[in-house]
Nanobody, 129 residues
Framework: HVQLVESGGGSVQAGGSLRLSCAAS????????MGWFRQAPGQEREGVAA???????NYADSLKGRFTVSKDNAENTLYLQITSMKPEDTAMYYCAMDDGPNCRSGDFLDWTTLGRYTYWGQGTQVTVS
């Protein structure tokens, strides 16, 4: 049974930073690919960043530069560092996992597609004012 638990959200002022964490359990984590998504009220869920099974990071074009995704295989944890935060970053942030087998870099071009992810966390709220 795979479980994803996000943490690290909160309320920050514009210009501040946060680091979100997603702890994964119940699966051979290193062979999966994982991503961060966010959903603002009244908006569709959108891809923020993701890491494939080869450790390569992918980012939404509009968010490059302020978001850094990383994966610690030893700790079974996915991270998202957000800097220079803006009010438009306010959203619920979700962690998602695709348990493979199509998680190598060449198979990960559609990383923003919600349907490729089998498991989702409950989300962590981020509010920027």
């Amino acid at each position: 049974h795979v479980q994803l638990v996000e943490s690290g959200g909160g309320s920050v002022q514009a210009g501040g930073s946060l680091r979100l964490s997603c702890a994964a359990s119940g699966y051979t984590y290193s062979s999966s690919c994982m991503g961060w998504f966010r959903q603002a009220p009244g908006q569709e869920r959108e891809g923020v960043a993701a890491v494939d099974a080869d450790g390569n990071a992918n980012y939404a074009d509009s968010l490059k530069g302020r978001f850094t995704v990383s994966k610690d295989n030893a700790e079974n944890t996915l991270y998202l560092q957000i800097t220079s935060m803006k009010p438009e970053d306010t959203a619920m942030y979700y962690c998602a996992m695709d348990d493979g087998p199509n998680c190598r870099s060449g198979d990960f071009l559609d990383w923003t597609t919600l349907g490729r992810y089998t498991y989702w966390g409950q989300g962590t709220q981020v509010t920027v004012s």
